[in-house]
Protein backbone atom coordinates (compact mmCIF):
# COMPACT_ATOMS: atom_id res chain seq x y z
CA UNK A 1 0.00 0.00 0.00
CA UNK A 2 1.46 3.36 -1.26
CA UNK A 3 -0.02 6.59 0.73
CA UNK A 4 0.34 9.53 -0.77
CA UNK A 5 0.08 12.79 1.57
CA UNK A 6 -1.67 16.19 0.57
CA UNK A 7 -0.55 19.69 2.20
CA UNK A 8 -2.82 19.71 4.97
CA UNK A 9 -0.79 18.15 7.85
CA UNK A 10 -3.68 17.94 10.07
CA UNK A 11 -5.46 14.82 8.71
CA UNK A 12 -1.89 12.89 8.03
CA UNK A 13 -1.51 12.27 11.75
CA UNK A 14 -4.24 10.49 12.64
CA UNK A 15 -4.27 8.08 9.74
CA UNK A 16 -0.94 7.26 10.03
CA UNK A 17 -1.69 6.23 13.64
CA UNK A 18 -4.19 4.15 12.20
CA UNK A 19 -2.30 2.91 9.88
CA UNK A 20 0.68 1.83 13.10
CA UNK A 21 -1.80 1.12 15.49
CA UNK A 22 -3.86 -1.68 12.91
CA UNK A 23 -0.02 -3.29 12.09
CA UNK A 24 -0.98 -2.19 7.97
CA UNK A 25 2.26 -2.06 6.05
CA UNK A 26 2.65 1.15 4.27
CA UNK A 27 4.49 3.16 2.05
CA UNK A 28 4.72 7.05 2.47
CA UNK A 29 5.09 9.55 0.14
CA UNK A 30 4.87 13.25 1.04
CA UNK A 31 3.15 16.06 -1.29
CA UNK A 32 6.50 17.18 -1.95
CA UNK A 33 8.44 13.99 -3.30
CA UNK A 34 4.94 13.45 -5.26
CA UNK A 35 6.08 12.74 -9.13
CA UNK A 36 3.92 13.36 -12.23
CA UNK A 37 4.74 9.25 -12.83
CA UNK A 38 2.53 8.75 -9.73
CA UNK A 39 -0.21 10.99 -11.35
CA UNK A 40 0.59 8.81 -14.75
CA UNK A 41 0.58 5.88 -12.51
CA UNK A 42 -3.24 6.64 -10.77
CA UNK A 43 -4.73 7.49 -14.35
CA UNK A 44 -3.70 4.00 -15.77
CA UNK A 45 -4.73 2.26 -12.27
CA UNK A 46 -8.10 4.02 -12.48
CA UNK A 47 -11.26 3.26 -14.62
CA UNK A 48 -12.43 7.31 -14.61
CA UNK A 49 -9.12 9.73 -13.68
CA UNK A 50 -11.92 11.94 -12.57
CA UNK A 51 -12.33 10.03 -9.48
CA UNK A 52 -8.73 11.52 -7.81
CA UNK A 53 -9.39 15.10 -9.40
CA UNK A 54 -11.51 17.51 -7.51
CA UNK A 55 -14.70 18.48 -9.16
CA UNK A 56 -12.96 21.75 -10.67
CA UNK A 57 -11.67 19.32 -13.14
CA UNK A 58 -14.55 18.41 -14.15
CA UNK A 59 -14.23 21.47 -16.84
CA UNK A 60 -11.49 19.12 -18.81
CA UNK A 61 -13.82 16.62 -19.24
CA UNK A 62 -15.64 17.34 -22.25
CA UNK A 63 -12.78 18.70 -23.87
CA UNK A 64 -12.01 17.08 -26.83
CA UNK A 65 -9.65 19.44 -28.34
CA UNK A 66 -6.86 19.24 -25.47
CA UNK A 67 -4.45 16.92 -25.68
CA UNK A 68 -3.62 14.63 -23.09
CA UNK A 69 -0.19 15.89 -22.23
CA UNK A 70 -1.25 19.49 -21.89
CA UNK A 71 -4.15 17.95 -19.72
CA UNK A 72 -1.39 16.10 -17.36
CA UNK A 73 0.32 19.42 -17.11
CA UNK A 74 -2.49 21.56 -16.06
CA UNK A 75 -3.43 18.99 -13.41
CA UNK A 76 0.67 18.83 -12.30
CA UNK A 77 1.21 22.34 -12.41
CA UNK A 78 -2.20 23.03 -10.07
CA UNK A 79 -1.92 19.49 -8.08
CA UNK A 80 -2.03 20.95 -4.86
CA UNK A 81 -5.74 22.14 -5.57
CA UNK A 82 -6.77 19.57 -8.37
CA UNK A 83 -5.82 15.92 -6.32
CA UNK A 84 -8.21 14.73 -4.11
CA UNK A 85 -5.06 13.78 -1.36
CA UNK A 86 -4.39 11.92 1.02
CA UNK A 87 -4.64 9.25 -1.48
CA UNK A 88 -4.15 5.59 -1.51
CA UNK A 89 -2.84 3.11 -3.90
CA UNK A 90 -3.20 -1.06 -3.19
CA UNK A 91 -3.42 -3.68 -5.33
CA UNK A 92 -3.94 -1.71 -8.44
CA UNK A 93 -6.85 0.18 -6.88
CA UNK A 94 -6.87 4.09 -6.58
CA UNK A 95 -8.72 5.11 -3.26
CA UNK A 96 -8.69 9.49 -3.39
CA UNK A 97 -9.26 11.82 -0.56
CA UNK A 98 -9.14 8.70 2.30
CA UNK A 99 -10.57 9.54 5.77
CA UNK A 100 -10.03 7.15 8.85
CA UNK A 101 -13.37 5.31 8.19
CA UNK A 102 -11.97 4.47 4.84
CA UNK A 103 -9.34 2.98 6.30
CA UNK A 104 -11.28 0.07 7.72
CA UNK A 105 -11.50 -1.62 4.05
CA UNK A 106 -7.26 -2.38 4.40
CA UNK A 107 -8.25 -3.95 7.47
CA UNK A 108 -7.14 -7.76 7.82
CA UNK A 109 -10.36 -10.09 8.27
CA UNK A 110 -9.07 -11.58 10.82
CA UNK A 111 -8.72 -8.27 12.59
CA UNK A 112 -12.61 -7.01 11.54
CA UNK A 113 -13.87 -10.60 12.91
CA UNK A 114 -12.43 -9.47 16.62
CA UNK A 115 -13.59 -6.37 16.41
CA UNK A 116 -16.95 -7.96 15.71
CA UNK A 117 -17.06 -10.04 18.02
CA UNK A 118 -16.22 -8.14 20.67
CA UNK A 119 -18.94 -5.17 19.81
CA UNK A 120 -20.90 -8.35 20.06
CA UNK A 121 -19.95 -9.45 22.98
CA UNK A 122 -20.27 -5.58 24.86
CA UNK A 123 -23.28 -4.59 23.48
CA UNK A 124 -24.78 -8.17 24.99
CA UNK A 125 -23.77 -6.94 28.38
Not at 85 to 96: A, E, N
Request: charged share 30%; hydrophobic share 40%.
Amino acid sequence: MRLYLSKHQDRHQSLIETLDAYGIAYELVDFEQLKKEDVLEWMRLSPDCFAFLTPTCLIYKRRDNLPFSRFLDIIWDNRARSLRLPLIVDKGHVYPDVTLEDLRTFLPRELKAEKRQALKALLSV
